[in-house]
């Protein structure tokens, strides 16, 4: 699957599972989740064959995983699972588990590409 895919597919994850919506809702005005909310919602509105996509895209996969390291990530997982589900949170998970290997496989980035075509999930 190219990386435009997958970042498109990362996008509609994102959208459906309300992300930038919940983190917003449990952040109570701190600027961290503040801050990933607005990352995810410049990601999600970047067309996904532009140039710009790879720039967010990384960006927001950094974010996400310093936020996945700490203790907030908790609360927003449980937020998510009262507000939208588990199922859209587990979509949303698993996509942006498969943009950040698209981004770190992606062929020009320095490492050899071992990438094979994924179904969609």
């Keep these: 699957m190219s990386l435009t895919i997958d970042i498109s597919m990362a996008q509609i994850a994102l959208i459906t599972a309300g992300t930038s919506s919940v983190l917003r809702r449990v952040s109570e005005g701190e600027a961290p989740l503040s ?67 698209a981004l770190h496989e992606e062929p020009g980035n320095g490492k050899p590409s071992t990438r094979k075509a994924h179904s969609a999930a």
Excluded: N
């Design 35 to 101: 801050e990933l909310a607005d990352r995810v919602d410049r990601f999600v509105a970047t067309p996904a064959d532009s140039a710009e996509a790879r720039t967010c895209a990384a960006d927001l996969v950094d974010a996400w995983r310093v936020f996945l390291a700490s203790p907030r990530a908790r609360r927003f997982l449980l937020a998510h699972d009262e507000r939208r589900g588990i199922a859209k949170q587990e979509q949303a998970v698993r996509r942006m588990r498969r943009l950040e290997l």
